[in-house]
Structures are given as structure tokens and as C-alpha cells.
């Protein structure tokens, strides 16, 4: 880009956040205008919450006729809001004991309140899905840190 007084090189002098926002708004426009599925592993990659907040809504609200889907995994608590998310629109995977892939809806699990905060209720187990830590690793690593 050539400004008045200056030029800049959007590829080498900005952020991973801009350059990865410049990466995927041309197929993201292109898929809602021609009703197509983006599918994207780790949607908030490199991009500011609220940048992922408005891609959601985007889909959300983008002409109906044209069914565009966006199907994204993340690990950005933050986007578990009810404001954004219906409860049949939230799932979670988890590894079970034979370290395969489980995937359940929120609607799934019983006694979640509708005004409860997703959030909240994710980082503290209520739902599953929380990884499994080698608690004896942390143990130790913390041993090792603070003597």
C-alpha cells in the first residue's frame, strides 16, 4: 500500500493477526456469496476475539437464501455465548478411553440454563471436553520451577 508520505508492505510488516485476516476474508466472502461451507480448524488463530466475533455473525446474519455454513474448532472460551451461539449450534469433543474422539451438543447435557455463562461452566468441567493433563508432569515441572 502507497500512502501520501510512505509505503508499506502489508506481507512483511504487519501482523500475523493482519496478515491472516487478509488470508481468509476473500474465501470467507466468497463463501457467503455463493453459499458454501467453510471449514476451518482453529478459527482464532492469530486473530483478535472480537475479529472472530464479527466473522460469526457474518454467517449468522448473511443473506438466508444463500445457506453459506461456517464449522470452525476452537479454543477461545470467550466465543461459548449465548448471544452468539444457539446451544444446538455448540459442540465439544472429547478423548475417551480408547483415546478416540467423542462429540456431543450442548444440547445434550442436562441442567444447563438457558442464561447460564458457557464459559464458566466449560472451564470448570461442566460440559466435558477438557483435555487430559498429566497432572504428574505439572507436578513436577512445578517442583523444578519453584524448588
Known amino acids: 500500500m502507497i500512502y501520501d508520505q510512505f509505503e508499506v508492505d502489508l506481507m512483511t510488516e504487519e501482523s500475523t493477526g493482519v496478515k491472516r485476516l487478509f488470508q481468509i476474508i476473500c ?3 466468497d463463501i457467503l456469496n455463493n453459499g458454501k461451507i467453510l471449514i476451518c480448524d482453529e478459527l482464532e488463530a ?6 472472530i466475533f464479527q466473522i460469526v ?4 446474519h448473511y443473506q438466508k437464501d444463500k445457506f453459506a455454513q461456517l464449522i470452525f474448532s476452537t479454543h477461545d472460551t470467550s466465543l461459548l455465548d ?4 444457539r446451544r444446538d449450534q455448540v459442540w465439544f ?7 478416540a474422539t467423542d462429540l456431543h451438543s450442548l444440547v445434550e447435557i442436562k441442567n444447563v440454563r438457558k442464561s447460564e455463562n458457557l464459559e464458566k461452566g466449560y472451564v470448570s468441567g461442566k460440559y466435558g471436553a477438557i483435555p487430559m493433563l498429566n497432572k504428574k508432569f505439572f507436578h513436577e515441572l512445578e517442583e523444578n520451577i519453584l524448588g
Open 82 to 85: 449465548t448471544d452468539l451461539f
Open 27 to 29: 474465501p470467507i466472502i
Open 93 to 99: 469433543t472429547q478423548l475417551n478411553e480408547e483415546r
Open 46 to 51: 492469530s486473530l483478535h476475539e472480537s475479529v
Open 57 to 60: 455473525q457474518l454467517f449468522q
